[in-house]
């Protein structure tokens, strides 16, 4: 993110992606308290390659030493210095010229800001974690409440532009900056988890499993990880319901702390390897689809939203849910698939 420094406070000022300067406290973003400066002086905003400086003041702006006429546009760069009604003390320095993104400013502390992923855990030591997820469909922000209380459903709620949040007793606030643009699905040919198909691969003593996942000809390797024996943990007991002939709404829940106590996790540990899984996906399908809700909770259980897998254990098979069986209609690169995977089964879990 663009960051501007008062030369005489060195407080640091985080741009916003249209940021106005001004006396007018209620309706600017950055505040300049002298008489000098107009209620509205300037605005730098990004263009989707560059910020951006226009002056709209009375007294004028200046940009390294040179006067802008009224409405004039200058691109900024690391290093411009920019003075307001030409007074040394209401001069910033441009600091970084990254682009614009959606993060946690500090509000009265000198923390850093906190620049959100699709996905972002935010670890807490006196209380409850708190993971923010980016809705493509809504264009909105949600936090959930990592409650330890497995028998509890997640709290989820919608947050706005500017919202508040306590963490550890410290006061963060939400700056949106992501336009319309930038949050269109980056894999349209993925719309739905329904077309995806996942291929696990566990050691004989299920120390390492890998995850290969397929959408039509694509293939993503997910590698090996802790957190996929979870996963293949949950895909067992969705396959053992589907061949019980149980209904799609009832296959594969499990009580979470059931499952923490078979995996030998406590409920932290469960939560955070759960939110690992979920942003393994929303990173590997830049957010796509609902690769968030890979792992769906109600009232207090869990279970894969997939219902279209393969797993093997070793060199056999185990089980084969995909709708179109990959190792019938598509023989020679369902082997390819599965040499692929036992390639990688010897690879120690991150």
Known sequence: MAVLINNQTQQRCLLQSHHSFGRLKSSVNTYVSDAYISKIHAFIEWNEQYWLLRDVSSNGTWLNGNKLSREQVAQLNVGDVITFAGKSNNAFEVFDVSPPC???????HNSDAIQLEYLHLLPSQKSQNIVLSYNNQTYSWWQEILDDNLNQPISASELDDQAYLDI???????????????TQLLRPSVTSLDELSFLFQTSLDEESTHVVMQSGEEQIDLLVRSHHYLMLTLARQRAKDMQAGLDD????????????????????????????????FVDALNNACESNNIIERNAGKLRLASKSFC??????????????SLLEAEPNDSYNMSQNITSYAGQRAH
């Open 102 to 108: 959606d993060c946690l400013i500090p509000v009265a």
């Open 168 to 182: 550890d007793g410290l006061t963060w606030q939400l700056q949106i900056n992501r336009s319309i643009a930038e």
């Open 249 to 280: 709404s009832e296959q594969g829940w499990v009580y979470a702390e059931h499952l923490a106590k078979d995996l030998g996790l406590d409920a932290s540990h469960l939560n955070i390897q759960i939110y690992r899984i979920r942003k393994q």
């Open 311 to 324: 797993i093997h254990k070793g060199d056999k098979m185990e089980c084969d849910t995909r709708q179109v």
